[in-house]
């Protein structure tokens, strides 16, 4: 409180606390004008937004209490008793209270912060109760207090519907503005994803080529965003596959369909399968006509892992066209074989298939 | 024979582009766009197929299937969706959908995937034969129900569908008959419908279908 007032006027806190005292040991003037400040007090909330010099002021507070103490001591004990002892209690119950920044039940306030109001309500309702029974002596202070306990009961009553409200409007007004958030990702990313491919696409109207690989790129892309786990590009081999899968699309004109059943650790014997099959991929795409769909099914078991990429291209015989084909017999089968593992091409009128093993290294 | 279809998608270009696509031998008799028009003109027509899109306004294609459980006799669903992820798929299939094909099939093949349907077959994606395949990995934890477990034979017939192969190609590859073929995908559908496994009843869950 007395922060508040040496804040907004530019006094030292130390002047106003003992001006306080004085007054309050003087006529009782200062109750009233500590009440009416405490109802101004609001303003307080702004000028005060440091929360590093809460020790500090705490601090503040304590000494002058016992300098008070020390000052009342002086006039003896019974001014201290009817007077000062309460209002002192009071005054850092509410001191207590105003501390805190803000009223919301949920704000921060570290372990213990529900301490801090309790604490400060504690010692406002003290200091209040001590002051009418200093007052008027306990008979009629218990009766006092219970017609003011009424009287606060009913006003709370009359004011609770209200607060409820204002509560519920809080509480939906915080999700209407996470909800708000969410929707602002995603129009960020629609726009740097969806939109680029739309303009790229009305640019390429004519080449339905290269629009339906925009538009497949796109797919995928949106697709993965979407559904899948957020994993980086190497982290496994399922992962490693369908980016594989992904590149092939978007460099050659076909739809790469990776169907991944298990998964297993990134290692030098997954690397080489998965380049082995990005490899047969590719050359599906090659082969297998313009807008090819090539499946990719990729197993990963216990005792090891199998990958067929197929695809239902003219089929040919690899016997027939190995020699030529340093793809085939390097990329891939040498590939597997060097790694441990093994290759397979079956080509039929139906299509070609390339099938790779690789047993679990024991 | 002609089959009686129902398309039920919220987006009019998929239906006209699905209904277009047709041959002679299925003919749409109904659309709808939402889950009360979809079984309201399901329950109107009484068709042989519906061709149901995963996702709708007003709740989802599961609640399509909900809404007409007492036409399941009748009626056969083939689910179309552009999702991929496992919970939507398997979410209408054990509410009673016979099938699950992706929006970007041919036409061709979405025709042949409604007569297998009509038929009373199973027709599965490579995809949806991948999650199968996935579900029902390794030996069940709790009950050894027969349920609970494919055969080794099942188990081929959804890896050859998962790698890429008709139903005619599998049954070539494993030398046996295409008839024989869709008696295990029935099998495999079934299981899938109503096996308790861990896996599945996850699924369910994260889609609350349980």
């Known amino acids: 409180m007395g922060t508040g007032l040496a804040a907004n006027f530019g006094w030292p806190v130390a002047l106003v606390r003992m001006a306080f005292v004085v007054l309050v040991l003087a006529n009782g003037l200062g109750v009233i004008l500590y009440m009416a400040l405490w109802v101004v007090m609001p303003l307080r909330r702004e000028a005060a937004q440091d929360r590093d010099a809460d020790f500090g002021r705490m601090l503040a507070f304590g000494a002058v209490a016992v300098g008070a103490a ?37 704000a921060r306030g570290g372990r213990f912060g529900w301490a801090r109001p309790v604490l400060g309500i504690g010692l ?12 008027v002596g306990w008979f009629q202070g218990v009766r006092a207090i219970g017609v003011l306990l009424l009287f606060l009961g009913g006003a709370a009553l009359l004011a609770s519907p209200w607060l409820v409200n204002a509560y519920t409007d809080l509480a939906a007004e915080r999700r209407t503005r996470i909800r708000e958030q969410e929707r602002m990702d995603i129009a960020a990313h629609v726009h740097d994803s969806v939109l680029q491919t739309l303009t790229l696409i009305q640019a390429n109207a004519a080449d ?10 796109e797919e995928r892309r949106l697709r993965s965003w979407l559904y899948a786990p957020v994993a980086g590009e190497q982290e496994s081999l399922a992962a490693a596959l369908t980016h594989t899968a992904a590149k092939v699309e978007s460099e050659h004109d076909a ?14 014997a997954t690397e080489a399968i998965v380049a082995a099959a990005g490899e047969a991929m590719v050359n599906a795409a090659k082969h297998a006509g313009p807008r090819a769909t090539i499946s990719v099914y990729c197993e990963a078991a216990d005792d090891g892992v199998s990958v067929f990429v197929r695809d239902r291209g003219p089929g040919f015989d690899p016997a027939a066209v190995a020699a030529d084909r340093r793809g085939i017999r390097e990329s891939i089968v040498g590939r597997m074989e ?13 299509g070609t298939e390339v099938r790779l093993r690789m047993e679990r290294e024991v | 024979m002609t089959i009686r279809l129902v398309v039920v998608d919220d987006h009019a270009l998929v239906r006209s582009g699905v209904i277009a696509g047709l041959p002679d031998d ?99 994606s490579p995809r949806l034969a991948g999650f199968v395949l996935d579900a029902f990995h390794g030996a069940p934890a709790q009950s050894d129900e027969e349920l609970d477990r494919l055969t080794a034979r099942e188990k081929d017939v959804m890896r050859l569908i998962a790698r890429g192969y008709t139903y005619r190609e599998a049954a070539g590859e494993l030398v ?20 308790n496994r861990h896996e599945l009843a996850r699924w369910a869950r994260a889609r609350r279908f349980v």
Not at chain 1, 84 to 89: E, K, N, Q, T, Y
Not at chain 1, 255 to 268: F, H, I, L, Y
Not at chain 2, 70 to 86: C, I, K, M, N, Y
Not at chain 2, 176 to 195: G, W
């Open chain 1, 70 to 106: 020390a000052f009342a001591y002086a006039f003896g004990w019974s001014a201290l008793r009817i007077w000062i002892a309460p209002l002192l209690v009071l005054g850092l119950g509410l001191a207590i209270l105003w501390q805190q920044s803000g009223w919301s039940p949920t």
């Open chain 1, 124 to 135: 406002v309702v003290g200091g209040i109760v001590a002051l009418v029974v200093g007052e």
């Open chain 1, 208 to 217: 339905s080529d290269q629009v339906s690989r925009l538009a497949r790129t």
């Open chain 1, 255 to 268: 739809a790469v369909e990776v169907v991944n059943v298990g998964d297993a650790p990134w290692s030098p």
């Open chain 1, 338 to 350: 060097r790694a441990g593992g093994s290759a397979e091409v079956v080509g039929s009128p139906g």
């Open chain 2, 26 to 124: 299925i003919e749409a008799v109904a659309e709808a766009e939402d889950v009360d028009s979809a079984v309201r003109a399901i329950s109107r027509t009484l068709p042989d197929v519906v061709l149901l899109d995963v996702h709708l306004p007003g709740g989802d294609g599961p609640a399509v299937l909900s809404g007409c459980a007492a036409l399941l006799e009748g009626t056969r669903f083939l689910a179309l969706s552009v999702s991929d992820a496992a919970e939507d798929v398997i979410g209408v299939v054990r509410l009673g959908a016979r099938g699950y094909v992706t929006k970007n099939i041919s036409p061709a093949d979405l025709a042949d995937a409604i007569r297998r349907v009509a038929a009373g077959d199973a027709v599965f």
């Open chain 2, 176 to 195: 046996v008959s295409v008839k024989t073929v869709e008696t295990h995908m029935s099998a495999v559908l079934r299981k899938l419908q109503l096996s």
